[in-house]
């Protein structure tokens, strides 16, 4: 099975086994962990959720862990060097049903690090764990991690208004949700964190989900998302092409035209929405990079271009400096 079809596959049915001695890799004793949540995260059924890791790496290969059992949602903090005060919280994907939290974490707070951005990568709830209100439950993450990161700003040395979110498939579709929803009320407020503003200051999506609703939608997100059989105004209030108004940030999007799985349809009808709001935005479709490509593509393949073009971005709508 290609690398392509099986992450199809574990997209779709998300089902993951555990490996023994994996468990207490997902995070070393050496990283900076931050709980979001105070007590217990918003939606708890009581249900028992166990923490699986299944290690997609070739022998000799770059960490390639997928996560799933995530019942305590944290931030995995990553510091710069010589940090400049710019912060992304990153977004891995895996179709609402697992996170590839090395391709689509860890390794994007490298070359984010390299840059004097300092990454929060996000280890969301995943929908369908056993959640009340599950339709919510990742945005109700995304939503309280950017508020965590403002308020504990001057601890974490990080600008309260230079903090972006990066979102890869169906984290790009979480994250285009909080770039386009950030004002939406999804769960009560728990304390003074809540007062903070959960909008971005620029949101970048990689071969994201947007459209819950259009032929060219994603089905397993959609369902791990939503559930299975969800009409069709529930589809288009998750759709982040639909949401797009006044107080969206920029937004910087990434596509390959042979991507077999999310369709580039999906940052098309982005990118027009956007358009049509007058809302700062840039689209990059490169004709070969497939899906899933993180920052790990070799050279010769053109979406590999794209970390360099959102660092211009990134300076241009001053998150870094120029």
């Known amino acids: 099975m290609s690398r392509l079809d099986r992450r ?85 994907g895996g179709g609402y049903g697992f996170l590839s939290y090395d391709n689509e974490g860890t390794s994007q707070a490298d070359w984010l690090n390299a840059h004097g951005i300092t990454a929060f990568i996000l280890l969301y709830r995943l929908p369908g764990e056993g959640w009340a209100r599950r339709k919510d439950v990742p945005l109700q993450d995304a939503q309280r991690a950017m508020r ?5 700003a001057v601890q974490l040395a990080v600008a309260k208004d230079r903090i972006g979110v990066l979102g890869f498939s169906a984290g790009g579709h979480l994250a ?25 200051d620029l949101a970048a999506l990689l071969y994201p989900v947007v459209s819950l609703d259009a032929p060219f939608t994603h089905g397993g997100s959609r369902d791990n998302l939503l559930g299975e059989g969800a009409n069709a105004e529930l589809r288009r209030q998750r759709s982040v092409e639909l949401r797009v108004d006044a107080q ?75």
Do not use: C
């Not at 699986?52 to 990553?78: H, M, S, Y």
């Open 8 to 92: 199809t596959a574990l997209m779709a049915a998300a089902g993951l086994a555990a490996l023994p001695g994996l468990a207490s890799a997902q995070v070393t004793a050496s990283d900076e962990i931050i709980d979001l949540w105070p007590g217990t995260p918003p939606g708890d059924t009581g249900g028992r959720i166990i923490r699986k890791i299944e290690d997609q790496a070739r022998p000799g290969g770059k960490p390639d862990r997928w996560v799933t059992g995530i019942d305590r949602p944290v931030l995995v903090v990553r510091r710069p060097a010589r940090p400049n005060g710019a912060a992304m919280l990153v977004v891995p």
């Open 176 to 200: 285009g949700s909080l770039a386009t929803r950030h004002g939406e009320q999804v769960y009560d407020p728990v304390d003074a964190t809540d007062r903070e503003s959960a909008r971005p």
């Open 148 to 152: 965590v990161i403002r308020a504990r």
């Open 248 to 322: 969206t940030p920029p937004f910087f999007l990434v596509h390959a035209a042979d991507d077999g799985l999310v369709p580039p349809a999906n940052s098309v009808a982005l990118f027009q929405a956007m358009e049509a709001a007058k809302r700062p935005v840039a689209l990059h479709i490169f004709e070969d990079g497939g899906h899933g490509f993180g920052t790990r593509l070799p050279r010769m393949m053109q979406a590999s271009a794209w970390p360099d073009l959102f660092v211009t971005f990134a300076a241009k709508h001053r998150l870094i400096p120029a």
